[in-house]
């Protein structure tokens, strides 16, 4: 379980987020719904230990999120604004995730690939905005780990692809908690 307690967050001096409490019980598909400027983004880099929170604690299984190897090895996260090595392939990516990730999933990679009709070989800064997504869900999804967060899942990808990442999705929890 990923747990939130009296969560606060500053930018200067603007509360992004305010004593924010909040549980994430592992094998659900939770949402957050709010307004531009809500702090959902905030929140979710929050918990997967992206930014250290100003006020209050966030934990993985008890354990602290922020700077810990061991946690967010379990964690794996799709932000809204995306980053790739420079002129890079999802290949090469993937031999990144492979050296941090354990249960990185190489016939998996191979599989996801070909489903989403990607070239792990070409450039990923070549890829459409909505291929770059793809290859960023793939990417993530066989990392295998226990939560998966995405910020802005479906920006850029059309109707047939949503359909596939949220089958995709809807498969990895209910395999994970059979």
């Not at 890079?88 to 354990?102: F, Q």
């Not at 599989?111 to 450039?123: G, S, Y």
């Not at 890829?127 to 793809?134: A, C, D, T, V």
């Not at 479906?154 to 209910?174: A, T, W």
Request: aromatic share 12%; proline share 5%; hydrophobic share 40%.
């Amino acid at each position: 379980m990923i747990k939130a307690e009296k969560v606060t967050k500053y930018f200067g001096n603007f509360c992004a987020l305010k004593e924010l409490d909040c549980q994430i019980p592992k094998g659900c598909i939770y949402g957050l719904i709010g307004s531009n400027g809500a702090g959902k983004s905030t929140f979710l880099r929050l918990i997967t230990g992206v930014y250290q929170a100003d006020s209050g604690r966030i934990s993985l299984e008890n354990q602290p999120i922020y700077e810990n190897p061991e946690a967010k090895s379990k964690i794996s996260y799709v932000p809204d604004e995306l980053f790739f090595l420079p002129n890079t392939s999802m290949k090469r990516m993937a031999g990144l995730y492979r050296s941090i990730y354990p249960r990185f999933d190489l016939k998996r990679f191979n599989e996801l690939t070909a489903a989403f009709r990607l070239n792990p070989t070409a450039n990923i800064n070549s890829f459409s905005k909505g291929m770059r997504r793809q290859a960023a869900i793939v990417l993530s999804l066989c990392c295998r780990p226990e939560y998966i967060f995405f910020d802005e899942t479906f920006d850029g990808l059309d109707p047939v692809m949503r359909n596939l990442v949220k089958n995709l999705i809807i498969h990895d929890v209910l395999e994970e908690n059979a």
